[in-house]
Every structure is written in C-alpha cells, then in structure tokens.
C-alpha cells in the first residue's frame, strides 16, 4: 500500500488560489492510493475510459509523485510508461507527419519534457509543478504541447505546404477569383473543438505566420483589426503593425485559403 | 528543432489560461495580454497556437494494448531515467538505490532475447553472421549511431521484428545481465562507454572474411 505523500499546494495558482482536483479524481486517488502494487498494475491494463478501474491521468500524475517520493521505483517505472503512451497517443492525433515533417522527433521532445516534469518536481517539491496535471490532466499537457509547438512555429514560421492542395493545382489566376467574394462571405472560424477538415487545416498551418496570425485573430478570437482607443486590444497591437499590414494579410490569407472557402462559409 | 527550456513563469500563465478557458474565447486574450504585458508576444503566439490546437480535426479511440510500450515510450523512459540519475548525483533529490534505476534502463523491449535458442540461431544464421556478433545485438554492445540503416532494417527483417521495436532495442542501454550475467552497482551514469562501434564489432567477431566484407558493404 502506498502513502499519500503528495499534497497540492495551497497557494498554487498565479493569482494564490489553490487548484482543486475534480471530486471523480479526488474519488480516484483515494481508492488507489490504498492499494497494493498488484492490484494497481493490474488496473493499468484497463485501456478504455468509461470502464471500471480505469486509472484516470490525473490518478497517474498523484500515484507516480507519490512513488518517486517514496522511492518504489517499481510502481513508477511500471505507471510512467502507461501515461506516456497515452500523451503519445494525444500527440500522434495533434502532431501529424503530415503538417509537422519531423513529427516524430517534436513528439519526442514533448513527450521528455513532461516526462522531466516529474524529475523537476521530485527535486523542488514546494514548487507544485505538477499539480495542474493532478486537477486537469488533458488541459494541462495541452498547454505543454501547445507552448512547445509554439515554439516550433515560431522557429519555423511556415510548416510544409500540403502537397496535394488544391491552390497549387488550381494556379494563382484561379485563386484570385475565387478570392473575390465578399468579407460577408467567408466565415468567422468557429469555436468548437475538432470541427476542422485537414485539407482546411493544413492550408492554416501553411499559411506565412504573420498571416495565419492575423487570421486567427481577427476571424478567431474576433479582435478588431485596429481601434482609436488605445486601450483596446486589437490585432494590430498584438502583432505590432498596423491596421492596414493587418487588412493586407487579411486579404492574403482570403487569397490562400479561397480553395477551400467551402468549409468556411456559414 | 528548438531545444529552448520552458519558461516556468510563463508556462504556468500559460496552464492557468487553458485552464479557466476550455474554449478560447476574445476576452481570455485580452485580460491575459492586460495582465501580463512582458509576455505580450508569447501569449499572443500561444493563443494562435490553442486555437489551431482546438480547431484540428478529433481522434478518439480505446487503447487495445496500454501497458505495450512504444519506441517512443522506451526513448522517454530512457531519458526518464537518464535526468533522474543526472539529478542523483548533483544531490538534487534523494538518492535512489542506483541498481533499480540501472535496471530499468533496460527496459526496452528486446527481440532478439525473447528468441528461443533454436529462433536465435536461426536468426544469426538469416543474417549470416556467427552467434557472437548476434549476441553482440542481442545485449547491445554495439553502438546503434554506428550501424547502418540497412543493416538494423536487415537485423529486424531477420528476427523478424517491427523496425521501430528493433532500433528501439539498439539503441536502448547495453543490457549487462544478459552479456555478463553480472549484477553490480555502476559507479558513474550509465553510458554506452562498453559499447563498440559497427566496424570493430564486425572486425572483432570472428567473423569469416566473407562475412565481414558483406557486414562492411551495407
């Protein structure tokens, strides 16, 4: 049987608040800190979440903590690998060969900087770097990833243009007139999550960044492209231009995105 | 690739946004950028990238087989395990028992030990080398940064193996129980200093010049 070893700071968030695992995680953990390594291995072979038994993430994060505190180096060297898979199986679906062309090597580089969390963690205890994974796991390795593909976009700008896009059979002369429909034609892109196709989704992620970021802003996020009042965010503070720099890029993602303005319309 | 360290400050502004805001939504971005100006550029960066993140097409499916690691699994065990013991030894956590660490460093999957006596002679002979070069990959005593592409895809072909399960073997620690049948406690971090290079390897085998040719030709 394992000890709680591991507590939430009471001071964790930015503005001082502390993080509350969710009462299902609070549930979870109580029962498995109370069993023995048989039975918790044993769990780990239950892959489906709706079913019984199934150790959430969030469960994983406590118990593995609490294993590198308590030194079982068996119970973490058996958990650790079953979380990882799992933000693996995250990455692949995120992270595609198919956008990114060193998917593989970005994966692994994500995958080890969580995996150093828990290091990181075990070394400066009072920092709580993983408590956030213990309220909200998903969420908050989305953040890692998506700060670390941040990155990447920053250091590469434009990710390999889709190969098969249908700009590039149409020719540009095709382009431009399909790029003349009106603003109220083409759609504010939506906020749900996954709702996408890849064709649509390629085409944004091989947009110049500059111009992906303009779009995302504006026809996203829904900022002004400019504003008298200074105090107002808006697209063209954020990206330090102007409100017409913000217009043109505009314009020229309606011109790169106009194959597909099909999935955009209302 | 960037290899740039993360910024706890602004991953955890970053953690703190995502999570009081499952959806990104105008007002998140503003407040965020408000709040912390001196991040102004990242957290706009970040915002973009949420929701690209957001917008990409779902995968949802059950994992058949959650317990079977994955190369990718095995690479991130072994640098799992490579960080804890950098962190050992400069006293930044409390010491572990350095054999446990050691043994699971070797936690790859191995193919090529999991063959019966009668599958790891057909797999040398399919490869047409002797048992000692085969025991060599077996244990990892050969420096996987040495070997030739086609050689680990002929190794795997072999077996045969997934090519991925086979690179991730060779390039995991080398495996001292299995070579030696030796337990001791390392003295130093675990490395490939044992390991010999692809050459010296097929060089030091007693392997017939034929052999060796062929091996040298890949």
Not at chain 1, 125 to 147: T, V
Not at chain 1, 223 to 234: A, G, I, N, Q, R
């Amino acid at each position: 049987m394992a000890q709680n070893l591991v507590k939430l700071r009471e001071k964790g968030s930015k503005k001082g608040e502390p993080y509350q695992r969710p009462a299902l995680v609070e549930a979870d953990i109580d029962v498995a800190i109370g069993l023995d390594d048989d039975k918790i291995f044993a769990r780990l072979s239950i892959g489906d979440p709706k079913a019984d038994g199934y150790l959430r993430s969030e469960c994983l994060v406590h118990l593995i903590r609490c294993a590198l505190k308590g030194e079982n180096a068996e119970r973490y060297n058996r958990l650790l690998p079953v979380l990882l898979k799992r933000c693996e199986r995250n990455l692949i679906s995120k992270i595609s060969a198919r956008i990114v062309p060193y998917a593989e090597g970005l994966r692994d580089v994500i995958l080890q900087d969580f995996a150093t969390l828990f290091v990181e963690d075990l070394g400066d205890p009072d920092e709580g770097i993983l408590d956030m994974f213990e309220c909200k796991f998903n969420l908050a390795f989305s953040s890692l990833r998506i700060d670390r593909f941040r990155q990447e976009m920053n250091h590469f700008g434009r990710y390999q243009e889709p190969s098969n896009s249908r700009s590039a059979s149409r020719g540009d002369d095709e382009a431009d007139k399909l790029a003349r429909f009106t603003d109220e034609d083409w759609l504010i892109l939506p906020q749900e999550a996954g709702v996408l196709k890849h064709e649509l989704h390629d085409a944004i992620l091989g947009l110049p960044p500059d111009v992906r970021k303009a779009l995302i802003l504006v026809k996203f996020y829904h900022l002004k492209e400019e504003s008298s009042d200074p105090d107002e965010t808006t697209a063209a503070k954020l990206c330090g231009c102007t409100g017409r720099t913000i217009r043109n890029r505009l314009k020229e993602a309606r011109k790169q995105l106009a194959p597909f303005k099909e999935y955009l319309k209302k | 690739m960037t290899q740039g360290t993360i910024d706890a400050e602004f991953a955890k502004i970053c953690h703190e946004m995502i999570l009081a805001n499952e959806i990104p939504n105008p007002d998140m971005l503003d407040t965020y950028v408000k709040q912390y100006p001196q991040y102004s550029v990242e957290l706009t960066d970040f915002a973009v990238a949420l929701a690209l993140d957001v917008l990409a097409p779902l995968y949802e499916e059950v994992d058949d087989a959650p317990e079977r690691a994955t190369p990718a699994v095995s690479r991130t065990m072994s640098h799992f395990q490579n960080a804890l013991f950098d962190a050992q030894q400069k006293g930044d956590v409390r010491r572990l028992e350095t054999k446990q660490v050691l043994a699971h460093m070797q936690n790859a999957a191995n193919p090529i030990a999991a063959l019966s006596k009668a599958g790891f002679k057909g797999f040398a002979c399919r490869l047409d080398v002797n048992s000692v070069l085969a025991a060599k990959l077996r244990d990892r005593q050969i420096a996987s940064d040495t070997m030739p592409a086609a050689f680990i895809t002929m190794v795997a072909q072999c077996i045969p193996e997934d090519i991925d399960i086979v690179a991730a073997h060779l390039m995991a620690a080398p495996d001292q129980t299995l070579r030696a049948r030796q337990f001791h406690k390392a003295d130093g971090k675990p490395g490939n200093s044992e390991q010999e290079s692809f050459e010296d390897a097929v060089k030091n085998s007693g392997l017939t010049e034929d052999q060796k040719r062929k091996l040298l030709a890949y």
